[in-house]
């Protein structure tokens, strides 16, 4: 099996744990923020890098890392999800249609298991302005707060993920970490050309 199958496999090992942890109390979808209200038009290169919390049991369940080429748009968000060897995965798609996944490289059946209105979400609450996420939540029981360096996505009360820091446009080289409690895991969001930082958020 080549290294880009087996880290495939383990990809997906680790995606279906984060997904299944928290199954019982997944919430519905996040209403999503308005396309032309991300902080700019843009094409971003970052690394992501998924790391299992204490609570996730798969047997593979260990950091793994992808490459993502995210193109920010007034009728669009893409995301060209590749491993750091440069295989492409998939596509992820979110315009006025909805959210999907096109097709990559990858057989059809080793396409990974995220839900592509679960990714884009997570993208969002990590890139888009706090006004925007605000205005997208009015009327819903998704709610946002923002306070001393970092922010809060909750639902009917319940924590669902920590932005640290939240975005800012004057700032687009810093590392972005998303806490994600429901699923018990940790999504680092890089800039390619910085140096990871792995320090604990406490």
Known sequence: MSLSR????????LSASLIVTGCSLTPPIAPHPALDRAERAATLTRRLTFEPGDETT???????TLI???????????VVLTTPY???L??????????????GDAPREEALPFPPDWLATRLEWSL??????????AGSDW???????????TYRGTRIARITPPPSGRDASREVV?????????????????????????
Do not use: K, N
């Open 6 to 13: 087996r880290m495939l496999g383990a990809v997906a090992l």
């Open 58 to 64: 798969a047997s593979d369940a260990s950091p793994r």
């Open 68 to 78: 993502a080429v995210m193109r920010l748009a007034p009728q669009e968000l893409r």
């Open 86 to 88: 440069g295989q492409r």
């Open 90 to 103: 998939t596509t992820l798609v979110r315009d006025a249609s909805g959210s999907r996944f096109e097709q």
């Open 128 to 137: 888009w302005p706090r006004a925007a996420l605000e205005e997208a939540f």
């Open 143 to 153: 709610r946002l707060d923002e306070r001393d360096g970092h922010r809060l996505i």
């Open 178 to 202: 998303l806490d994600d409690f429901q699923g018990d895991y940790r999504l680092r969001i890089t800039p390619l050309d910085a140096t990871p930082d792995h320090e604990t958020v406490p």
